[in-house]
């Protein structure tokens, strides 16, 4: 029996205007030995019906029977895989390079002590026009020593190791927000962590992806992140000056939240 080499994660929810793009940037990739598991979580809209319609016998549609969340979806699509690595897309994203899990599957195969590697990004509005775009740190040591002051991977661009993902308990559930980075925290402790100094992916920055809904919630989750790892890596002190600045800038700061901060910072 043949198996997949990579498992393409795709979670959905009334997103149609944009899963159609981001399935056909998936199923062009030159490496063509792939799954493309797709976990509709519950959607209301006519995903189904579009996600059915393309004809590619790589393609999974799986849809959840009621609305669960986009953290126990990527579990569910992660414990469906069979693929010995994990690709993530979101489903109004696009990977904009055709060879992005050739390139960052050969660095994995040729690289066993790596378990995750990501790519830059290129940001777009909802008509497709670039607004800015961004790299990462690329090295494992660059990464580690920016891990505590910012998520250091784009998660639509990330591939990992699903043996590594099993081992360190997969996403956790009980996190709604920021639950990539979570991950990647932990995945860091047992292997190490790259970028591919590309803009292999484009995302589409609409205002209503979660990460902008939440972006409060977001910035209070990675307090806790990066003083539960504090011991893990490096620079905690300038990760907790660069997410107090956050909070500043975003004027969600007040003195309830700030005597939180400081309980925490004196533990």
Known sequence: MTYPKVSVILPTYNRVEYIKQSIVSVLKQTLENIELIVIDDGSEDNT??????????????????????????????????????????????????????????????????????????????????????????????????????????????????????????GYNESVKVGQDYDLWLRLGKIGKMRNLSEYAIRYVDDDQGVSSRKKKEQIKQNFYLITKHRKDYPGYLKGVIRNIARLIIYGYLNIGFSRKITGIFSK
């Open 48 to 169: 189904e019906n579009v996600v059915v319609g393309i004809s590619d016998e790589r393609i999974k549609y799986v849809k959840n029977k009621t609305n669960i969340g986009v953290t126990k979806s990527l579990n569910r699509g992660i414990e469906i895989a069979s693929g010995k690595y994990i690709a993530r897309i979101d489903d109004q994203d696009e990977w904009g390079d055709d060879n992005k899990l050739k390139k960052q599957v050969g660095f994995l195969e040729d690289n066993e002590e790596y378990v995750l590697i990501g790519t830059g990004v290129v940001v777009t509005n909802t008509k497709g026009g670039e607004k800015f775009r961004y790299l990462k740190p690329v090295t494992d040591n660059d990464i580690r020593r920016n891990m505590l002051q910012k998520n250091c991977f784009a998660h639509p661009s990330v591939v990992f190791c699903k043996d590594a993902f099993e081992k360190v308990g």
